[in-house]
């Protein structure tokens, strides 16, 4: 009888050092966007995460961004965090 091979590595847990790198589509709810990025702040801050906040505001950018963000985190150990909506989703998980 002969073992399954993995199709994929298993995933890594992430240690609090280890950076977040999140792509934050604004849309269109400016105000509701500045807001939420204030406390996803704030509580990364508070928590001692190591992050980093990549804001988009231009829909038309936002592959190219999740690309850039996903290259960064991959040099130094990180994981990406899409937060947005299904554009956002699909964007980052094509880029990594």
Known sequence: MTEAVPTQAPPQHLARTDPLYIVMNVGSGERDAQA??????????????RFELHIVDDPR?????????????????GAV???????????VAYAT
């Open 61 to 77: 950018k936002l592959r190219e961004i999740a690309e850039r963000v996903a290259g960064l985190a991959d040099q130094n150990s």
């Open 36 to 49: 939420a990025a204030k406390t996803v702040s704030e509580i990364l801050d508070a928590a001692g995460q």
């Open 81 to 91: 965090v899409a937060a947005g909506g299904d554009g956002t989703i699909n964007a």
